[in-house]
């Protein structure tokens, strides 16, 4: 069996300087997978998206135990631009597009950091408009007066435009119309099967991110509560009544 993409071994991070937000994590994505990375808030999904991407520097976190590899390589000492070059890009919670820019601005803030050409970057750009018909548009649109939903779109396109191999997602979903999510799922698909881009997506909503993942791990404060094929997890019970709204629910 070919080595994983992504490898997270034992990871243990710490949010500031004495929150241990992350405990003993392990857990890995394959070239082509659709990965969730499921829980409620503050189960710790975030902060190990953040400790992948090593942008937890940034908010005075760290990782204080375990190893994190890409294609086999240690990356504790890569920086997040470092690993976004390799392949790792992250969407981060709540969107975060230049507000004042327009959509295609935004857009093209993504493929600044491989320093293409201009008939890259151009070929690049009608790639995202293809994959997102909304975004053309609006490409002239200020990206701050565009709907969650656009923002959304503007987000993830932005990523690709550094033509990732990993992707990942940090609750695509957050405050959007389930109609609206639906699209942004079904693009994330069409990526992956057509375009073979893989990803690693934390959310809440686990019934849909089980119908579109390949794999999930649940998070339960800051430990792996449960892995495994997401078609099996759906089915289990305990994974039903805690997870899926099935039974009674666990506050």
Same mark, same amino acid.
């Given at each position: 069996?070919? #080595?994983p993409l992504? #490898?997270?071994d034992?990871?243990?991070? @710490?949010?500031g300087q004495?929150i241990?937000a992350v405990?003993?994590?392990?857990?890995?994505v394959r #070239?082509?997978a659709?990965?969730a @990375?499921?829980?409620?808030?503050?189960?710790?999904?975030?902060?190990t998206?953040?400790a %992948?991407?090593?942008l937890?520097g $940034?908010?005075?976190?760290?990782?204080?135990r375990?190893?994190?590899?890409?294609?086999?390589? &240690?990356t504790?000492?890569?920086?997040?631009s470092?690993?976004?070059?390799?392949g790792?890009v992250q969407?981060?919670?709540?969107r975060?597009?230049?507000?004042?820019?327009t959509?295609e601005?935004?857009?093209? $803030?993504?493929?600044?950091l491989?320093?293409?050409?201009r008939?890259? %970057?151009a070929a690049?750009l009608?790639?995202?408009?293809?994959?997102f &018909?909304?975004?053309?548009q609006?490409?002239?649109?200020k990206?701050g007066l565009?709907?969650?939903?656009?923002?959304?779109m503007? $987000? %993830?396109?932005?990523?690709?435009?550094t033509?990732?191999?990993?992707?990942?997602?940090?609750e695509?979903?957050?405050?959007?119309? &389930?109609?609206?999510?639906?699209e %942004?799922f079904e693009?994330i698909?069409? @990526?992956n099967r057509?375009?073979?881009?893989?990803?690693?997506?934390?959310? #809440?909503n $686990?019934n849909l991110?089980?119908r579109y993942a390949?794999?999930a791990?649940?998070?339960?404060?800051?430990?792996?509560?449960a892995?495994? &094929?997401?078609?099996? @997890?759906?089915?289990r019970?305990?994974?039903?009544?805690f997870?899926?709204?099935?039974?009674?629910a666990?506050?």
């Amino acid at each position: 069996m070919t #080595q994983p993409l992504l #490898q997270v071994d034992a990871i243990e991070a @710490l949010y500031g300087q004495a929150i241990l937000a992350v405990r003993d994590v392990s857990l890995e994505v394959r #070239q082509g997978a659709v990965v969730a @990375l499921l829980g409620a808030n503050g189960a710790g999904k975030t902060t190990t998206l953040k400790a %992948i991407s090593n942008l937890l520097g $940034a908010e005075r976190g760290s990782l204080s135990r375990g190893t994190i590899r890409w294609k086999g390589e &240690p990356t504790a000492r890569l920086g997040p631009s470092e690993l976004v070059r390799r392949g790792i890009v992250q969407v981060l919670e709540g969107r975060h597009v230049f507000p004042q820019l327009t959509v295609e601005e935004n857009l093209l $803030a993504g493929g600044f950091l491989r320093r293409p050409s201009r008939r890259q %970057i151009a070929a690049d750009l009608e790639q995202v408009y293809a994959w997102f &018909p909304r975004l053309k548009q609006r490409r002239g649109s200020k990206a701050g007066l565009t709907s969650g939903g656009e923002q959304q779109m503007v $987000a %993830i396109g932005r990523a690709l435009m550094t033509r990732p191999t990993l992707v990942l997602l940090d609750e695509p979903s957050m405050g959007l119309a &389930p109609i609206i999510v639906q699209e %942004i799922f079904e693009i994330i698909r069409t @990526l992956n099967r057509e375009d073979g881009v893989s990803f690693l997506i934390a959310e #809440q909503n $686990a019934n849909l991110a089980l119908r579109y993942a390949d794999h999930a791990y649940i998070l339960e404060t800051g430990r792996v509560a449960a892995a495994g &094929p997401a078609a099996e @997890l759906a089915a289990r019970e305990d994974v039903k009544e805690f997870y899926l709204g099935a039974g009674t629910a666990r506050h």
